[in-house]
């Protein structure tokens, strides 16, 4: 079947077989691999991206439904050599470790940051619940959207590297 | 040592631009041109004759290139990375199968949907047979999982385990003796320390191109152990080591279950050597949790004898151990990693016996710990229920038996030395950061408003930095079958002629930030600064021989490698500089990029300079060779012994049994510090898995043998609403064992953790006649706990 999608602000045009999945898409047929696959079932969200403003797990969803939609990947938040805010605070507030993850994660905390830029710890628990890490204990990934929604909000944050990192 | 703000400073990790636009490369992300896909048929049964195969129907469908059953790959014999004890597993099941989801057949075709059609049309006969699944039953022998041999493969005895070396007094009949004085209390308690999937995000993932031209094979991997992975390739196919490249590249998480050589690895080699193509397999979720490896799996009993001021006489621990149908890389050694640390940070007779029994269920290997969390969960809640017996506080208790600072290096029950401790300056820094005295207030006068709040308190000693070449030589060698033999570190430091620094390591990381805490050994040691180090690992060519990362080993065994290497290639520099600069080597400073006369910063040289000269011989001073590296192997003599003091405070609701995590602390001690925040991040997680055990998670067999909890949905892993957060502290007691003084953290948070969330719970509802509930905490459980005491 044709699928018409826009991606990070590319259109693609692409005939698939109608059980291929978003995420397949997206990794196989236009070669954005930072889009991972975590567990099949919508559970890990690794898989996470943004169709039309909303965070989506795109193993739940076939590239034919997405046709006509546009598309956010990990691969397209940031402007050209300038970090989005909460690449940049996952790096400064060590929000991963093996890495896998971190895609869905980023683009939930975006989504989440887009519809509230000023969570509390909660909201943002509350906020990536659909996305599992195995490595941080979620503790530095709290920290790391709390300091893209000072950034965001265009305030000093008040965690990261240069602050005190025991708490 | 030189020390500058570098060493045990924090700094951002060089791993992270990469992983977090999405740019680093995982097995997954890799493609080789014209590859095909693989899917696996796997057994639905736990205990089963295959009566027949029948692929036809599979091979007949578009797209298929191959179908293969043990009949095509017998006669590459059994996955040779395997502990010669109890049965080694096959590539494929050889006309019987042990457990669900043994693999019976391997299907190939051109895409991966492909190959999942077919492997459905891929018809076996089988023909059912008894499994035993219960620990009990399997340990009674009523049925056996492999005809012929007892499902009891070995057992681990505290004051023999090391036939012919170790052979110390057998302990029981001082610990008999102890029970018969008068002041004699004695509590016994059995507990289960539950089976666990360990559940990296990213699941396994392989591809294999064979190159009959060049009679070599790559395999990109997601492993923890690519050197060991190329030595089982080699030894299968009968090609010598270095004809197999293994390319371990970003890896997913690991925790244990990249810490194996697994059939699918040595298959999709052999489908490409057969097929002409490359050959891919990516594990499912639902396959993660039945084809790759399990942990934990304890049942036994301890029992403490102590007197009512707290001492205790003598502890006893008798176990078996899930080892599952077949045993892998460490399997049966995971108990005895427990069997080092039983006795914890206590000068306390001590008497073990842990029992290695076979049962029809996916393989039990090493996951976060790996037996050193089940050993500590015994004793620290036997100690808890002792304390409670008396009537004495839990700390007090635990204070009255460790081992003094004076004492160490301390032999151990078992007959090892542990490097060096000072627990109870730990426990007290703890108490007193807490405020403990007003925790244990703020909880009795919530109690008396009929709110269930608990504190848990529990010590922990790891063993780790694996290891000394004597004891792995002897007691855990993979020599015998192919793989890196002694647990040597290794590291290769290279300046490069313009100046910057490669750094090449025979370990690699899973999440650790190795390429920041090694760019930041060298960078220390060198005054080269850390954008211009970079960190290569993950290839079993181009790496130096490695073991791999596991045991929080890397850093006190690999690392110091690279900290000598360093070293090495500083004194060589100084010699170049100093020729240079018309100075004394001795005088050399290395700081800033470059070397400076010292007390003369103008008279300087940068590293790019000596690059260049150490590059073109003939400006060499005489003797001195060209080139600027170095590689070293480091073998400690001695293992690390890191510890550490848990507390956590919970609220349980009485009316649904739903336990609230509210505060969790820990003060560890893992010697020296590079990089607080990596430090802290694996305490952070470490302790996210150790609370998920307490609260959440469980791998559940039916009496069958059908694992229940294949999915993420059916398995409960912690979402960020199930944690709090944690609130980390540190002492620091260096090791001697190697030249960093570093000790390991990656599983220190998860030792320490599963009984600290336990015991704070039985504190919360012990008043109400609770003695113990069986992890996971889940509601039911609790509430069902307290109505059952409330009778």
């Not at chain 2, 057949?105 to 047979?129: C, K, Q, T």
């Not at chain 2, 003796?177 to 559940?199: C, F, G, H, W, Y």
């Not at chain 2, 426990?427 to 008396?448: H, I, M, N, P, Q």
């Not at chain 2, 509210?662 to 150790?690: E, F, K, R, S």
Request: include cysteine; charge should be negative.
């Amino acid at each position: 079947m044709d699928v018409q999608i826009t991606v990070n602000g590319v259109d693609h045009s692409s005939d698939v077989e109608p059980r291929t999945l978003l995420v397949h898409y997206l990794r196989e047929n236009l070669g954005l691999t930072g889009t991972h696959v975590g567990c099949d079932t919508g559970y890990c969200g690794a898989c996470t991206v943004i169709v039309d403003g909303r965070s989506v797990k795109s193993c739940t969803m076939f590239a034919v439904q997405a046709s006509g939609a546009s598309i956010r990947t990990v691969e397209g938040v940031a402007d050209g050599d300038e970090l989005h805010p909460v690449q940049e605070g996952f790096w400064e507030c060590h929000g991963l470790q093996c890495g896998f993850c971190t895609p869905g994660m980023i683009m939930s905390s975006i989504a989440l940051l887009e519809s509230n830029d000023s969570p509390t710890d909660e909201e943002i628990r509350h906020g990536i619940e659909g996305n599992q890490c195995r490595c941080t204990g979620y503790h530095n990934i709290v920290k790391s959207v709390q300091y893209a929604g000072a950034k965001m909000r265009g305030e000093t944050p008040e965690v990261g590297v240069t602050a005190e990192v025991s708490s | 040592m030189s020390t500058t703000s570098v060493m045990g400073g924090i700094v951002r990790r060089k791993e992270d631009p990469a992983l977090i636009q999405g740019k680093g490369v995982y097995v997954d992300d890799k493609k080789f041109h014209g590859e095909l896909s693989v899917a696996f048929v796997r057994s639905p049964f736990a205990a089963a004759t295959i009566e027949s195969i029948d692929t036809s129907a599979a091979e007949a469908l578009d797209g298929v290139w191959a179908v293969y059953t043990s009949a095509d790959v017998s006669h590459l014999g059994p996955n040779p990375a395997q502990v010669p004890v109890g049965a080694l597993r096959p590539l494929l099941a050889e006309g019987v199968v042990k457990h669900v989801g043994e693999a019976v057949a391997m299907v190939v075709a051109s895409d991966r949907y492909i190959a999942e059609d077919a492997a459905e049309l891929v018809f076996v006969d089988y023909d059912p047979g008894e499994a035993v699944v219960d620990l009990k039953e399997a340990f009674t022998d009523a049925v056996k999982v492999h005809a012929d041999a007892s499902n009891t493969l070995l057992t681990w005895n505290g004051n023999a385990w090391w036939a012919g070396v170790i052979e110390l007094p057998d302990p029981q009949p001082a610990i008999q003796e102890s029970k018969l004085r008068d002041d004699a209390i004695v509590v016994s308690l059995e507990m289960t320390n539950q089976r666990l999937i360990p559940t990296a995000i990213e699941p396994r993932a392989v591809i294999a191109e064979w190159n009959d031209g060049y009679g070599s094979v790559e395999l990109w991997t997601s492993s923890q152990i690519p050197h060991a992975v190329a030595g089982a390739i080699g030894i299968t196919f009968g090609i010598a080591s270095n004809k197999v490249r293994v390319v371990a590249p970003e890896v997913g998480g690991g925790f244990g279950v990249k810490l194996n050589v697994y059939p699918d690895e040595i298959l999709v080699c052999f489908a490409s050597k057969q097929l002409g193509r490359p050959v891919r397999w990516t594990e499912t979720r639902r396959e993660a949790a039945f084809s790759s490896i399990q942990g934990r799996g304890w049942l036994g009993t301890a029992t403490i004898t102590g007197t009512s001021e707290g001492k205790i006489l003598g502890y006893e621990l008798e176990v078996m151990c899930d080892m599952g149908a077949y045993t892998h890389n460490f399997t049966v050694a995971i108990p005895l990693l427990g069997l080092f640390v039983a006795s914890g940070q206590y000068d306390i007779p001590t008497s073990y016996k842990l029992h290695c029994v076979t049962t029809n269920t996916m393989t039990t290997d090493a996951y976060r710990g790996a037996g050193r969390p089940e050993a500590a969960y015994y004793l620290e809640r036997i100690i808890d229920v002792f304390s409670r017996r008396i009537g004495m506080d839990p700390a007090d208790v635990r204070k009255a038996n460790f081992w003094p600072p004076e004492a160490f290096p301390v032999q151990v029950p078992i007959g090892l030395t542990m490097d060096s401790g000072n627990y109870a300056e730990n426990l007290d820094s703890l108490l007193d950061r807490v405020g403990y005295d007003d925790l244990k207030a703020k909880r009795d006068a919530a109690r008396s408003e009929g709110r269930l709040l608990g504190i848990g308190l529990s010590s922990y000693v790891e063993v780790c930095g694996f290891g000394p070449s004597v004891l792995v030589g002897t007691a855990f060698s993979w020599a015998s079958y192919g793989l890196p033999s002694a647990f040597n570190g290794s590291g290769v430091v290279r300046v490069q002629p313009d100046g910057t620094c490669t750094v090449t390591i025979g370990t690699g990381p899973s999440g650790q930030g190795h390429e920041t805490t090694w760019a930041q050994i060298v960078s220390d040691g060198l005054g080269i600064p850390m954008d211009n180090i970079e960190v290569h690992h993950g290839d079993s060519l181009d790496s130096p021989m490695g073991v791999g990362t596991f045991g929080s080993r890397s850093i006190a065994v690999d690392g110091s490698a690279t900290f000598e290497a360093t070293g090495r290639v500083r004194e060589k520099a100084a010699v170049i500089a100093g020729h240079l600069l018309e100075a004394a080597a001795d005088d050399m400073v290395f700081e800033d990029g470059g070397a400076h006369v010292a007390g003369s910063p103008d008279r300087a040289v940068t590293w790019a300079e000596i690059a260049l000269s150490a590059y073109q011989p003939h400006t060499l001073p005489e003797g001195v060779e060209g080139g600027l590296e170095s590689s070293v192997v480091f073998s400690p003599p001695n293992a690390t012994w890191p510890f550490g003091s848990h507390m956590a405070l919970v609220e349980v609701d009485p009316e649904t049994g739903d336990v609230d995590l509210l505060n969790y602390w820990a003060t560890d001690d893992c010697g020296n510090v590079i990089n607080p925040m990596i430090v802290d991040g694996q305490v952070h997680g470490g302790i996210a898995q150790g609370v998920a055990q307490a609260l959440f998670e469980e791998a559940i067999y039916d009496s069958d043998g059908n694992l229940l909890t294949t999915s993420m949905i059916d398995y409960a892993l912690p979402s960020a609403e199930n944690l709090p957060m944690f609130s980390l502290d540190r002492t620091v007691t260096p090791t001697d064992s190697n030249p960093l003084g570093v000790k390991g953290i990656g599983e220190a948070g998860t030792i320490g953790s599963a009984q600290t969330i336990v015991n704070a719970v039985v504190d919360a509802v012990a008043h109400l006649g609770v003695e113990h509930i069986e992890m996971p905490l889940r509601p039911k459980r609790v509430w069902q706990a307290i109505q059952d005491a409330r009778g």
